[in-house]
């Protein structure tokens, strides 16, 4: 690409502007124009250099697609240490979002302006590196240490008018970046103004590192990148210019050699590519103006004020008035959440709350909506009842839609006239705050109602993953796959404390019994008395001691005493003494000697239940690729994003190892740990799940 970036001559000033859609990412052909460009200005006899981006954005940051693969020079340190040296005055203009390698190359430049829309920070951390084109030397220098800690270990990006304040940024102006960079760079001409390198500036003042890095820590959960950046901008502190460059060259390559970076940046890509299917190439959605919500529960409410919130006026149905004025309050007391944290302005309250919300109780108001979204109790015959009723009333091609958990949604779109208008919307509690939306494709349904759900799952701001239908889609199934795992673990000798510390130590922000708990251990009472209902396989492990903790009248969290006890709060929970006695009764009556598991083991049975119900997942075709079931634990289940989803950990784990002691545990329980075809297979022909990514990418 020969024009990465374009040259132009203005007078004394030399203009290099940046022309690498979408983003202006800094890969090598941007890198060697900015070089050839600063070559250039310098050998025509310009005095200064203005450095700006065409499109949306200044420079997004370092092109992350070359990540992993050998470096090509010039490298970006080395372009900002150029900009930085340059005998020329430069200026950068910014607008868009001057991120990460992108804020580097400003930090570099010798003064800044930028539009008031633009927004400027240092997101490597997130994607599990440091800033490592003098970044974590530079910012500390321009704006202090704590500022500068602040805003590399949260990587969260900086408005125009506080990065003046804070001083990241001289001067912000409306108008194109390249005429008030022009104008910006003429005027520091014309005063004689100073190049001014940050690289000459003292060493910030330091803070009590020992202090930083441990709240660090804490706060990181596991993850490295934010504990190695403090210990970058330390280096900023303590070491001459040259030599932090060097020391953040250095901590930067550690990360990027790690685990935990492939994991972020599989994250990273997986987020965007998990709506991109080959059936929604060229399927325009239906229209969207007005939406209906059945049910205002706990679901209902939440769905509601999250189509609200997305702009969308909502038609609650209840049962009875009273339950329609309990669903208002649920809803407006999420919308008043909203109002607290600034989403949305005092009259966006008023107009929702007065205007775009209705409740009713009677059928015949819910004609006017493009779709219907069903959140009622979770039994077959109340849903089909309940769709039978919307097909009367509904409008020819409105979209019915279930939030049903588990239930077959084959089964409830063939009591309707329009199997082809039906589809799952399942979303997760609480629906207003929680990211994941799985998109349920039933056998009939159409492509463009498809593409309707992904339209309203990313108008509410949401993830939204193509599912298949099975008992749970994709992560329910999975979730009591490996609920099931660590339940066995503990027949056979573990603690539901010590698998809750372990899962926690591998970064889940609760172990599984810990969520039960707040989720309420009702609901998987209920669930097992259905499925005991239907049939259970004999060759399947039972255990009991959950339903003895409900029938003692411990739900979790809502009745204060679960696997924990809550007297103390909810974050000060400990154990519930009941539960042990229950669990050592439940052993003795099977004859069960329990034995000690490792924090490893734990850890490595309860990861290949998680991978191995996944890869059947996949291998059924009820995800489409690995990382929708990765895109589907990381944004519903709370899997730690460092990780990147379970099928990519398991891949940087190896799949033959994985399948090896599936295979060994399989010798005592041959019905639990049958090995999945797809894993096999992959072991097979050395293969992986990213494989499988890549060969279904659209
Ligand atoms: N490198 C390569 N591709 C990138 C990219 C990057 N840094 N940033 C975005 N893209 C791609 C996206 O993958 C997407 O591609 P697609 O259309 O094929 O899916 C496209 O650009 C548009 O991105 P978004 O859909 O995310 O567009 P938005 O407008 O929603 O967001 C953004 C724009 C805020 C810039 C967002 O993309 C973003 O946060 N990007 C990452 C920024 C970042 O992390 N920068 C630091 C990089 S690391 C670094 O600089 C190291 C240095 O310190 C040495
Ligand atoms: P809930 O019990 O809190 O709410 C159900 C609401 O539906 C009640 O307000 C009830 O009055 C109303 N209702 C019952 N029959 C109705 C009918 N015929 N017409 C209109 N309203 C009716 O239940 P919850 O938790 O909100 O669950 C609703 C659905 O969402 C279920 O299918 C459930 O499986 C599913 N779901 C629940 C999740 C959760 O975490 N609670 C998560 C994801 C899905």
Not at 246 to 267: K, P, T, V, W
Not at 356 to 364: C, K, M, V
């Amino acid at each position: 690409m020969a024009d990465a970036v374009v040259y132009e001559r203005v007078g004394d000033v030399a203009i290099l502007q940046a022309n690498n859609p979408p983003v202006n990412a800094l890969g090598i052909d941007v890198r060697k124009g900015l070089m050839d460009g600063m070559d250039r200005a310098e050998a025509d006899g310009a005095k200064a250099v203005v450095i700006c981006g065409a499109g949306r954005t200044y420079f997004a940051g370092a092109d992350i697609r070359e990540f992993g693969k050998p470096p090509m020079e010039p490298m970006l340190p080395g372009v900002c240490d150029r900009i930085e040296a340059s005998p020329l005055l430069v200026v950068s203009a910014l607008h868009g979002t001057a991120l990460g390698g992108g804020l580097e190359v400003a930090l570099s430049s010798h003064y800044r302006i930028a539009v008031p829309s633009a927004r400027v920070g240092l997101p490597e951390v997130l994607i599990g590196i440091l800033p490592g084109a003098g970044g974590t030397q530079r910012l500390p220098r321009v704006i202090g240490v704590s500022a500068a800690l602040e805003i590399i270990t949260s990587g969260r990006q900086v408005g125009a008018a506080e990065a003046e304040r804070l001083g990241i940024i001289d001067r912000v102006q409306d108008g194109d970046p390249r005429d008030i960079g022009l104008a910006y760079a003429q005027s520091l001409l014309a005063e004689g103004a100073p190049r001014r390198a940050v690289c000459d500036l003292p060493n910030p003042e330091p803070v009590d590192f020992d202090a930083a890095i441990a709240a660090t820590k804490a706060r990181a959960r596991g993850q490295m990148s934010p504990v190695w950046a403090v210990r970058a901008v330390q280096a900023a502190c303590e070491l001459p210019f040259d030599q932090g460059l060097a020391r953040e060259r250095e901590l930067f390559m550690e990360l990027m050699q790690s685990d935990q970076r492939e994991g972020l940046i599989h994250a990273f890509f997986s987020e965007r590519a998990v709506s991109k299917l080959p059936e929604l190439k060229g399927v325009a959605p239906r229209a969207l103006d007005a939406i209906a919500v059945l049910g205002g529960g706990t679901m209902g409410s939440g769905i509601a004020t999250s189509a609200l919130l997305a702009g969308l006026p909502v038609t609650m149905l209840e049962v009875t008035p009273e339950a329609a004025e309990a669903a208002r309050g649920r809803i407006v007391g999420n919308l008043e959440g909203a109002l607290k944290r600034g989403k949305i302005s005092a009259a966006q309250f008023d107009t929702i709350t007065q205007e775009a919300l209705r409740l009713t109780t009677d059928y015949a108001d819910l004609g006017a909506a493009d779709l219907i979204i069903e959140a009622v109790f979770e039994e077959m015959e109340v849903k089909k009842q309940v769709f039978a009723k919307l097909d009367a009333v509904a409008k020819p091609g409105a979209i019915l839609a279930s939030n049903t958990s588990y239930l077959d949604i084959n089964e409830i779109a063939q009591v309707t006239s329009r199997p082809a208008d039906v589809l799952g919307l399942h979303f997760f509690s609480p629906a207003h705050v929680m990211k994941l939306l799985e998109v349920v494709v039933g056998d009939a349904t159409a492509p463009d109602v498809l593409a309707t759900g992904f339209d309203l799952g990313k108008r509410m701001g949401k993830i939204c993953v193509r599912a298949g239908v099975c008992d749970g889609f994709i992560g329910n199934r999975i979730l009591s796959t490996y609920r099931t795992a660590a339940d066995h673990m503990i027949l056979d000798g573990a603690s539901p404390y010590q698998i809750d510390d372990a899962l926690e130590a591998f970064g889940f922000a609760m172990g599984p019994y810990a969520v039960a708990d707040l989720a309420g251990l009702d609901i998987g009472w209920a669930m097992r008395k259905r499925k005991q209902a239907e049939g259970i396989d004999p060759r399947a492990r039972q255990c009991d001691y959950p339903d003895r903790l409900c029938e003692g009248g411990h739900f979790g969290q809502k009745t204060g005493k679960g696997f924990y006890d809550y007297a103390g709060g909810a974050r000060a929970r400990v154990p519930n003494p009941d539960v042990m006695p229950l669990i050592e009764a439940e052993r003795a009556a099977k004859g069960i000697t329990p034995r000690d598991f490792t924090d490893d083991e734990i850890l490595r049975r309860y990861m290949a239940a998680m991978v191995n119900e996944a890869a059947k997942v996949v291998g059924e075709g009820i995800a489409r690729r690995p990382l929708d079931v990765d895109m589907t634990l990381l944004f519903g289940y709370g899997f730690p994003r460092y990780h990147g989803g379970p099928l990519k950990w398991a891949d940087l784990q190896g799949l033959p190892e994985l399948l090896a002691d599936i295979r060994t545990w399989a010798q005592d329980d041959p019905y639990f740990w049958e090995p999945a075809p797809l894993l096999e297979q992959l072991v097979a022909e050395n293969r992986n799940f990213e494989d499988l990514n890549r060969e279904n990418a659209t």
